[in-house]
């Protein structure tokens, strides 16, 4: 290739022109092969399969090879006129449909004009039609019948990622092939294969790195490729890669892990806030947290080598990998991928939160002093040692509070019941039997070094600033925010969690929060640069949830 041609794309050029330079797909390459030596190729197949897998490199080296007049043992020779004119997309007897633009019945009625005439060059007049599901049920109507009776000349071959749009008679007319996704060394394979003929050299690690990234797609791999060999001539690193695709390092996907295990939810969401002041890309980020926790738990089953994470065992592993791989990055719902990851990093707190025997009904004059303990994140051990030192009798814990609490509402609840019932009279603090909640003076008293704790997760800040404690029932805490920032309310609804979670720890025992509107007097926002910069991280986060910030900053 001279080096003063315009650039062609990696894949473009490293494609597939014949079935011995696709990678992988055996099964499907020798069945191809075996049809066209035969000349029994089907006048209509379906190539189904993840995005890069091959799926139209394989219709077009089909495509030669039934049109191949220099045909070797059923592989194209890429020699020939017809084999050539292919490659080159000059002739007129291919049509290759992109049918996510072309999916209705216009479309169709002109492929049914053009199938009428034989092919003025090839041997056989071939249409491509990619991303086929995307045809809509009208124009498959019309298809069908040229389907069911093509003519001698005309071949259809169709793409999809999502065969099972196809309707049921269009499947049964079509010989199918399944393409699987791509391994890591059949992608690390080609990619050496390319660097070699570019004359590029790279670390294992690098490959290895971009062949796991690529998920099982050959086409991803050589763009990621290609993106890093255009800014850089110097040999590729791994450190690069992570660079250039703005990956996060090694040691901090381990420290998110830590936390993850641990349940140091706080340390989490940091690193979490860390990430995002560097513009790292939270979905790569958690495509590699999982492929570490999955090296790690391999490793914890005595296989290779998972580093300090392994020591955490396979049953913690494989639950922490559980957490994160239910995540969708692609659809996180409300609060965005964010959210999911600090509930992920969370979840070991609602567990201890929700497995807490309930508030002993104890005699007692004072209220507990929080043990100075409390201000540090607790590490992850079981309940009844992580439990505060008053609620560690061994009180028989009832069935609907142990339930596993993977969702805030099964957590919320089981600490909801943990307080007196509702009719149960108040009695103020001075007498001799009270309530085992905190007060509100307590909370109070507590309130400052609590906005402190809290403050530490950024996303948080402003929700506890903008809030004050205006009432506790049982082992309730009611929070006011300002009647004209509601928004605020809605907010710390759904990051409750956190909030209780910090509240708890100043006062040394679990409580609940609820979080109302209220006409409550409030400082103003913080003026801090600081505080104006996470106000705005907070709003970029929530923006759709964030209708009235007219008031606000
Ligand atoms: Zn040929």
Redesign the pocket.
């Known amino acids: 290739m001279s080096s003063t041609a315009p650039h062609q794309a990696l894949y473009r050029r490293w494609r597939a022109q014949t079935f011995g330079q696709i990678v992988g797909q055996q099964a499907v390459v020798e069945t191809l092969q075996n049809g066209v030596r035969s000349g029994r190729t089907a006048h209509g197949v379906l190539f189904a399969g993840p995005r890069g897998t091959g799926k139209t490199s394989l219709a077009r080296i089909l495509a ?1 090879a039934i ?5 070797r043992d059923g592989e ?5 006129p ?3 004119a292919i490659r080159e997309g000059r002739t007129l007897d291919l049509f290759e449909i992109d049918a996510a633009s072309n999916r209705g019945i216009e479309a169709v009625r002109a492929i049914r004009d053009l199938v009428q005439y034989p092919p003025g060059e090839l041997a056989h007049k071939v249409f491509i039609l990619d991303e086929a599901h995307q045809i809509t049920k009208d124009a498959w109507g019309a298809l069908l019948k040229t389907l069911e009776e093509p003519p001698e000349f005309v071949n259809f071959m169709f793409a999809s990622t999502e065969p099972f749009g196809f309707p049921a008679a269009i499947l049964s007319r079509l010989q199918r092939f399944d393409l699987r996704r791509l391994t890591v060394p059949e992608i690390a394979g080609k990619m050496r294969m390319i660097l070699e003929a570019e004359g590029r050299a790279a670390d294992t690690d690098a490959i290895d790195l971009i062949a796991r990234l690529a998920a099982g797609g050959m086409r991803d791999a050589e763009s990621m490729l290609d993106q890093l060999l255009a800014t850089d001539s110097k040999s590729l690193t791994a450190d690069r890669v992570r660079e250039v695709l703005g990956l996060v390092d090694e040691e901090t996907v381990e420290g998110f892990l830590n936390a993850l295990l641990s349940g140091e939810a706080i340390v989490g969401i940091d690193l979490l806030d860390g990430l995002e002041d560097q513009g790292r890309d939270l979905r790569a980020f958690t495509d590699q947290a999982i492929e570490r926790l999955r090296a790690a738990l391999v490793a914890s089953l005595g296989r290779g080598s998972g580093g300090g994470l392994a020591a955490a065992g396979p049953a913690a592993l494989s639950a922490a990998a559980r957490r994160l791989a239910s995540i969708d990055p692609v659809h996180p719902g409300p609060g965005g991928l964010r959210l999911q990851l600090e509930l992920a990093v969370l979840a070991p707190v609602e567990a201890r939160a929700s497995a807490l025997p309930p508030f002993p009904t104890v005699e007692r004059t004072t209220m507990p002093t929080p043990r100075p303990a409390a201000m540090t994140p607790r590490p992850a051990v079981d309940a009844a040692t992580a439990a505060p030192s008053h609620t560690r009798q061994p009180a028989p814990v009832p069935a609907s509070v142990t339930r596993p609490s993977s969702s805030a509402p099964a957590a919320k609840s089981a600490a909801a019941s943990a307080a007196p019932p509702p009719s149960a009279p108040s009695v103020p603090p001075t007498t001799k039997r009270v309530r085992t909640g905190p007060t509100l003076q307590f909370l109070l008293e507590r309130w400052a070094e609590i906005v402190e704790v809290i403050s530490k997760s950024p996303p948080t800040k402003p929700l506890i600033l903008a809030c004050r404690p205006v009432g506790v029932e049982g082992a309730v805490v009611t929070l006011g925010f300002p009647e004209a920032q509601s928004f605020f309310k809605d907010v710390a609804e759904r990051r409750r969690a956190i909030l209780e979670d910090g509240v708890s720890r100043v006062l040394g025992m679990p409580v609940s929060v609820r979080c109302v509107a209220a006409n409550v007097e409030v400082s103003a926002l913080p003026e801090d640069p600081d505080g104006t910069r996470l106000l705005s991280e907070f709003r970029r986060i929530y923006g759709d949830d964030i209708v009235d910030v007219g008031d606000v900053g």
């Open positions: 030669k049109n191949c007049t220099d045909l194209p020779c890429d020699a020939c017809s084999c050539v």
